[in-house]
């Protein structure tokens, strides 16, 4: 499904992904989750050492990001704003700060988005 949708394309069809330009301009990587050769969503990821960040669009009102450390994910907010859900991600402490969530959440069933 290799098709090549530019900015420019993808703002005027989905005006509210302008939000994700700041991320990817902040050095974010961007993949689209394909199902059966079928769009099913965009992810975007944030990796250094101590830690990865990623949101998962699956649609407008639809989007989940966390974050990961090496013992798991500590913090996880799922919504539909996704401007809200980006400044939540960015404005989370780095490990190791004051207010930087550490505790891993434990599930007692398989997530599936």
């Known amino acids: ?9 993808a703002l005027r069809r989905f005006p509210e992904l302008v939000h994700l330009l700041s991320i990817r301009e902040a050095g974010w990587n961007f993949h689209l989750l394909e199902e059966n050769d079928e769009l099913v969503a965009v992810a975007a990821s944030y ?3 101590q830690f990865t960040d990623a949101i998962f669009v699956f649609d407008r009102t639809h989007i989940l990001a966390n974050r990961l450390l090496d013992d798991g994910v ?3 907010k ?3 704003d996704i401007q809200e859900i980006v400044q939540d991600v960015l404005d989370l402490p780095a490990p190791g ?3 930087a969530p550490s505790l891993v959440i434990r599930s007692s069933a398989m997530w599936i988005p």
């Open 1 to 9: 499904m290799n098709k090549h949708i530019t900015t420019a394309d």
């Open 47 to 49: 990796s250094n050492q």
């Open 74 to 76: 500590v913090w996880m």
């Open 78 to 80: 799922e919504g539909n």
């Open 97 to 99: 700060e004051p207010g």
